[in-house]
């Protein structure tokens, strides 16, 4: 089984997809069921029956619970069994796990790790996607791929010049260089090109003609969220009187192979320009769906490379260098705080020599 990091919150899927009929979501290697009470509060737990572990999301929602469909077992949104119809007691192990949860600027955000270290506060700000002086375009994507390698990619974008030539590439992209800085957890990659044309999806969109420059720069809120500030601005101007774009990428891994991919792409340019938001619900679409194939060949590449064999990482790399470390050490430290709650096996006279 593959290693993550448990102790932060993953989006679980959108609040719209989130309602009274259970639905299922498997993060990390962890199945859980999302439904919603009488009064509208999100509800996540264990995917997993207590009684013979059969999916609580094949069942229904009762009152403010949720009925296994197997053998009736009804559970409420504590994780307590509160019912089982076959005796009128309930055993004491009758209970299945609940997990944390924020509903946040449309995003469900699931907490997967140790409970008592949840804090609502550390959910990313994304608030773009529900302010209304932005319009918003969304996505859902399941990539078959590791979600480090969508990471890597959200991190070096100079894959746009090759990948994306018909949307948002250019040759000029990776003629310039970045500027990497991290913050605690964070990692920013910058990228500032002077002077250029607007890609093509930007150029319709905005009717963005003649030379200005363009910026991106991703901030990686490492291991769940990359926010991606963008857009273009007049020549030698400040990046906020610009044409504005925050893309908001949150990257859940399902298992070692597969992850979920919600994308959102706010702009405060033609906020009511319904034409606009086709276009770029559609162009987009396309830049996904190239990443998707690029990164699933990646995948079997990575699964089918001789062991030893390394990635060669250049300057371009700098953000995905640092975030790989970041991840490495969150990883670490989860790994030895869960190996010191173990209780010691070792003999009492062994400990007391």
């Given at each position: 089984?593959?290693?993550?990091?448990?102790?932060?919150?993953?989006?679980?899927?959108?609040?719209?997809?989130?309602?009274?009929?259970?639905?299922?979501?498997?993060?990390?290697?962890?199945?859980?069921?999302l439904?919603?009470?009488?009064?509208?509060?999100?509800?996540?737990l264990?995917d997993?029956?207590a009684?013979?572990?059969?999916?609580l999301?094949e069942?229904?929602?009762?009152?403010?619970?949720?009925?296994c469909?197997?053998?009736?077992?009804?559970?409420?949104?504590?994780g307590?069994?509160t019912?089982?119809?076959a005796?009128?007691?309930?055993?004491?192990?009758?209970?299945?796990?609940?997990?944390?949860?924020v509903?946040?600027?449309?995003?469900?955000?699931?907490?997967?790790?140790?409970?008592?270290?949840?804090?609502?506060?550390?959910?990313?700000?994304?608030?773009?996607?529900?302010?209304p002086?932005?319009?918003?375009?969304?996505h859902?994507?399941?990539?078959?791929?590791?979600a480090?390698?969508?990471?890597?990619?959200?991190?070096?974008?100079?894959?746009?010049?090759f990948?994306?030539?018909?949307?948002?590439?250019d040759?000029?992209?990776?003629?310039?260089?970045?500027?990497?800085?991290?913050d605690?957890?964070?990692?920013?990659?910058?990228?500032l090109?002077?002077?250029v044309?607007?890609?093509?999806?930007?150029?319709e969109?905005?009717?963005?003609?003649?030379?200005?420059?363009?910026?991106?720069?991703?901030?990686?809120?490492?291991?769940?969220?990359h926010?991606?500030?963008?857009g273009?601005?007049?020549e030698?101007?400040?990046?906020?009187?610009g044409?504005?774009?925050?893309?908001?990428?949150?990257?859940?891994?399902?298992?070692?192979?597969?992850?979920?991919?919600?994308?959102?792409?706010?702009?405060?340019?033609?906020?009511?320009?319904?034409?606009a938001?086709?276009?770029?619900?559609?162009g987009?679409?396309?830049?996904?769906?190239?990443?998707?194939a690029?990164?699933?060949?990646q995948?079997?590449?990575?699964?089918?490379?001789?062991?030893?064999?390394h990635d060669?990482?250049i300057?371009?790399?700098g953000?995905v260098?640092?975030?790989?470390?970041?991840?490495?050490?969150?990883?670490?430290?989860?790994?030895?705080?869960?190996?010191?709650?173990?209780?010691?096996?070792?003999?009492?006279?062994?400990?007391?020599?």
């Open positions: 089984m593959k290693m993550y990091v448990l102790n932060t919150w993953y989006v679980a899927g959108w609040s719209t997809d989130v309602t009274r009929k259970p639905v299922r979501r498997i993060i990390c290697e962890q199945p859980i069921v439904f919603r009470t009488q009064d509208n509060q999100a509800v996540a264990a997993r029956c009684h013979r572990a059969f999916p999301s069942g229904r929602t009762i009152g403010d619970s949720i009925e469909g197997y053998h009736g077992f009804t559970y409420g949104a504590d307590a069994c019912r089982v119809p005796q009128s007691s309930i055993p004491e192990r009758a209970r299945v796990r609940k997990y944390p949860v509903e946040k600027d449309g995003w469900i955000w699931v907490w997967t790790g140790d409970a008592d270290l949840a804090d609502p506060a550390d959910v990313p700000d994304t608030h773009w996607m529900v302010d002086e932005w319009a918003t375009v969304t859902s994507y399941h990539f078959q791929c590791r480090d390698l969508i990471h890597d990619n959200l991190l070096d974008l100079t894959h746009e010049s990948l994306h030539k018909t949307t948002v590439g040759d000029y992209i990776y003629e310039h260089g970045i500027t990497v800085e991290v605690g957890n964070v990692v920013s990659v910058d990228r090109m002077p002077s044309e607007a890609p093509p999806l930007y150029a969109t905005m009717d963005a003609r003649g030379l200005f420059d363009r910026f991106h720069c991703t901030e990686f809120f490492v291991p769940n969220l926010v991606l500030h963008s273009i601005t007049g030698g101007r400040p990046r906020e009187e044409f504005l774009i925050k893309v908001l990428n949150g990257i859940t891994p399902i298992d070692e192979h597969n992850s979920w991919y919600y994308y959102a792409f706010s702009r405060n340019f033609a906020v009511d320009n319904a034409q938001t086709e276009e770029l619900r559609i987009l679409a396309t830049v996904l769906d190239e990443d998707a690029a990164l699933e060949a995948e079997v590449g990575m699964r089918t490379r001789p062991e030893g064999e060669v990482l300057a371009q790399d953000g260098a640092k975030a790989r470390r970041i991840l490495a050490s969150l990883l670490r430290k989860e790994q030895q705080a869960a190996a010191a709650a173990v209780p010691s096996r070792e003999p009492a006279a062994s400990r007391r020599a």
